[in-house]
């Protein structure tokens, strides 16, 4: 039997801000699915990683938007602190890849010279991994006081 303060606290219309954050979030994870997919960032397990965040976002999300619970939210804000984990994983994997990559081309190279050519690798991007980070708190910030958890609204 559902509860007569969880029918109410469920809004029939998503607030303009928090929809707006909703569809920048979408529009970003097909973005970053679709580069990654490009790249072929699948070549060993770790890179599936970002891959695999992406899709459960996205079944996340059509989970929310057919139930509209409180697990729904919940579960994705769990998603998006893994998002931004991912994504500091991935700068730092990314970086010593280039690092590593750019000590071979140049056994001389160190310190903030090493940093440098590393940081602007174009293979593999030492940023790159910065857009998951990014999405994480995206995520994050459309959950923030999200009604159907019964906080306050913040629109």
Known sequence: MIEQAEV?????????????????????????????????????????????????????????VIHRGRASVRVFQVVMMLFVIAGLTGLVLHYLGSAEFQMEVNPDLSGMELFLKAIRAKAPPALGPGAMINLGLLGLAYAYRHPILGGKRAE
């Open 8 to 64: 109410v606290s469920r809004p029939k219309k998503i607030p303009p801000l928090r929809r707006f954050l909703l569809v920048v979030f979408i529009v970003g994870t097909a973005g970053a699915a679709v580069d990654l997919y490009l790249l072929e960032h699948f070549e060993d397990k770790k890179q599936l990683i970002p891959l695999g965040l992406l899709a459960l976002s996205a079944i996340i999300l059509i989970w929310h």
